[in-house]
């Protein structure tokens, strides 16, 4: 039995190796717990960097079943309109995305979108602010499907849009999001042939983690407020744009 879930783990994943992924997803986890997003812009660009063997699949798993703890703790506080919307314009942009990949070059387009994040949470800092109007998060989801396919990290154009609503409200909504785009993906993965056991044991191997950075940022989010959640939203929203820089253009392929 040992023997058999050794196999699944990928060659070189070792214990020596473990520490450093189980604290990346401890520490992404906690961080969304609080801000309502989070996990995969701090987890996807170091995964891509030091542990390709999570992407994209390991983590959809951990990023799923952390969206799903999130809407369960906040569920009466979910705005299912704005999450139809959001998931609306998401999946237009991911259809734009897969019918536009063979066009035009991936590191054009990464490096458009993640210095136009910047520039927005640079204006954000500043003291412009989005309104999560309708036509606002039809083009957020719009710019999220567009880099989650294109990049694995789509959450920054959400926490541009979405910094000003009330931190219970975000963080039940963007459980929604994050919950049925992760299935989506995985789905989408599977088809594929990119996405199959050996994946999904990866990642059940760091749910113990996950789910201790979820349960210990339950006590931590009375003593944010919204301003403070809202910095917490623009920094990582930073953090994933530079990730995208970094992905492009240090990764090979």
Do not use: C, K
């Amino acid at each position: 039995m040992a023997d058999a879930l050794i196999a699944l783990v990928p060659p070189g994943f070792a214990l020596a190796h473990f520490a450093g992924p189980a604290a990346m997803v401890f520490v992404a986890a906690l961080l969304q717990g609080i801000g309502g997003m989070g996990f995969a812009m701090v987890s996807a660009p170091l995964a891509v960097l030091f542990y390709p063997e999570l992407v994209p699949g390991p983590l959809l798993v951990l990023g799923a079943g952390l969206a799903l703890l999130g809407l369960i703790r906040e569920r009466r506080e979910v705005d299912w309109t704005g999450a139809s919307t959001l998931m609306g314009g998401r999946v237009v942009g991911t259809l734009v995305a897969g019918a536009t990949l063979s066009i035009l070059p991936v590191t054009l387009f990464s490096t458009v979108f993640a210095l136009l994040i910047l520039t927005g949470v640079a204006f954000s800092l500043s003291g412009w602010r989005v309104a999560p109007s309708v036509p606002n998060m039809l083009f957020a989801g719009f710019a999220s499907g567009l880099m989650g396919t294109i990049t694995s990290s789509g959450a920054p154009p959400f926490a541009i849009v979405m910094q000003s609503l009330p931190p219970p409200r975000l963080r039940a909504t963007m459980g929604v999001v994050f919950f049925l785009g992760a299935l989506v993906s995985l789905a989408m993965l599977g088809v594929v042939g990119l996405f199959g056991w050996r994946e999904t044991w990866l990642g059940l191997l760091l749910f113990p983690f996950m789910i201790l950075g979820f349960a210990v940022s339950s006590p931590l989010t009375r003593l944010f407020s919204r301003d403070a959640v809202r910095l917490v939203l623009l920094a990582l929203a930073g953090f994933g744009a530079v990730g995208i820089l970094a992905r492009v253009w240090l990764v090979p392929g």
